[in-house]
């Protein structure tokens, strides 16, 4: 059973950054591929960005293409996410998730460990 405890969530200035992480527990970190969706207000949660158990390969929406980057530290069992530049449209509550095996996945349904949430608040 995976544990997965997001961190690093706030309130800040449109064109700021943030850098939220996610610390894993209960099983082999490198077992795992890693991603982070969002969900704002009245919303569904949304893909953000993935990354393989080896970090050669992530994947990013378009919203965050350019602005967000998705990396991971297999031996302090964490993977992170650094968002650049951000908008009032990133406010939302940022979810990690984890799914067995070195493909990651867009969508939701594939994952089947998720944290709890941290919440991220871009104002203008």
């Known amino acids: 059973q995976v544990q997965l405890v997001e961190s690093g969530g706030g309130l800040v200035q449109a064109g700021g950054s943030l850098r939220l992480s996610c610390a894993a527990s209960?099983?082999?970190?490198?077992?795992?591929?890693m991603a982070w969706f969002r969900q704002a207000p009245g919303k569904e949660r949304d893909f953000v960005a993935a990354i393989s158990r080896s970090s050669s390969s992530t994947a990013y929406a378009d919203s965050v293409k350019g602005r967000g980057t998705i990396s991971r530290d297999n031996a302090k069992s964490t993977v992170y996410l650094q968002m650049n530049s951000l908008r009032p449209e990133d406010t939302a509550v940022y979810y990690c998730a984890a799914v067995r095996g070195d493909s990651y996945y867009t969508r939701r349904s594939a994952y089947y460990y998720w944290g709890q949430g941290t919440q991220v608040t871009v104002s203008s």
């Open positions: 209960g099983g082999t970190f490198s077992n795992y591929a």
